[in-house]
């Protein structure tokens, strides 16, 4: 057992991809699961709250566009469900089971809800843009079948950032109203979106071990630091105020400081209690008891 963890750790200090038949540590492959599985129930949840919005899109054009982006995300889900039933010999089924019982975990984010055309355009510029952040890096992670398939969706994803680039611009130039209700839609995710990248370094005990493993290249605060420095000059320039007052950039440490991010409120969706949490379990219980007759003929 030894010499395999030593072969192993070192395959990955070689910089090469472990593959789906290769011996891995239990802790690995736990880690792999808790994380791969949780982006598969993101990306299925993701397609919800601008789903919403595909009858309400203000013309022809930005429903088909809005109509192929949820698309995506749904076939995004299933391709990441498939890593993880490879790796744990759980079935797609099961793992819908447990997700719209409330026991497994989905992105922040999507526990919150779109309540205007303007959080559309923040949810695919920025939201799209902290998972690009975050999927980048995954790019490179140890675990070859799920590295190489987010290859393929970060490529989408910047396709569905330079959509919502389009939308945000649109709502900037627009009138006063579309002005306003864009920074009220930036008010409301901004935090959000600082939290989408986990809690800080000193409160993920996972984080280390992860890094070690390259299953994480990058921990939760060098992702946020990421984000940060790229979208805040960004955000400046289109004429938009970030809801944190004390947000500044530190030149001496080459770092974007925040203020209070209201962590609590993170902690409180972590337990499946966010605001559109309920009734987006039971919007994806009904979609799946209404499709048991299909999965049943392709049983």
């Known amino acids: 057992m030894e010499d395999k963890l030593l072969e192993f750790e070192d395959k990955i200090k070689r910089g090469e991809f472990i593959e789906a038949d290769d011996w891995m540590p239990d802790e690995y492959r736990k880690q792999l ?64 089971e447990e997700l719209i019982s409330g026991k497994a975990k989905f992105h922040n984010v999507f526990h919150y809800p779109a309540e205007n055309w303007a959080d559309v355009a923040i949810i695919a510029w920025l939201v799209d843009g902290a998972a690009l952040v975050t999927q980048g890096a995954l790019t490179q992670c140890s675990y070859g079948p799920y590295a190489r398939i987010m290859k393929r969706i970060c490529w989408e994803e ?9 939308l945000v611009l649109e709502l900037a130039n627009g009138t006063k109203k579309q002005r306003e209700m864009l920074q009220d839609a930036l008010n409301r995710w901004w935090f959000p979106i600082m939290h989408f990248f986990g809690p800080p370094d000193e409160e993920s005990p996972n984080t280390q071990q992860a890094m070690k493993w390259r299953i994480k290249i990058k921990t939760n605060d060098e992702m946020r630091q990421e ?8 955000i400046k320039e289109i004429g938009l105020e970030i809801p944190d007052p004390d947000l500044h950039y530190d ?7 925040t203020g209070n991010l209201h962590w609590d409120e993170f902690k409180k969706i972590l337990n499946n209690d966010g605001p559109k949490t309920k009734a987006r379990l039971l919007l994806r219980e009904h979609y799946f008891k209404k499709t048991s007759i299909i999965r049943s003929l392709l049983a």
Not at 36 to 41: F, G, L, S, V, Y
Not at 57 to 81: F, N, T, W
């Open 158 to 166: 910047s396709v569905h950032l330079k959509y919502g680039e389009e």
């Open 33 to 96: 699961i808790r994380l791969i599985k949780m982006h598969a129930n993101s990306e299925l949840m993701g397609a919800l709250p601008e789903g919403e919005w595909i009858p309400k899109a203000p013309s022809i054009k930005r429903k088909l566009q809005l109509v192929s982006k949820v698309q995506d995300e749904v076939g995004h889900a299933q391709m990441i469900y498939r890593v993880v039933e490879d790796l744990s010999g759980i079935s797609r089924e099961e793992m819908l």
């Open 251 to 257: 030149e001496k440490s080459g770092k974007w400081i």
């Open 227 to 234: 984000y940060l420095k790229r979208y805040v000059p960004l």
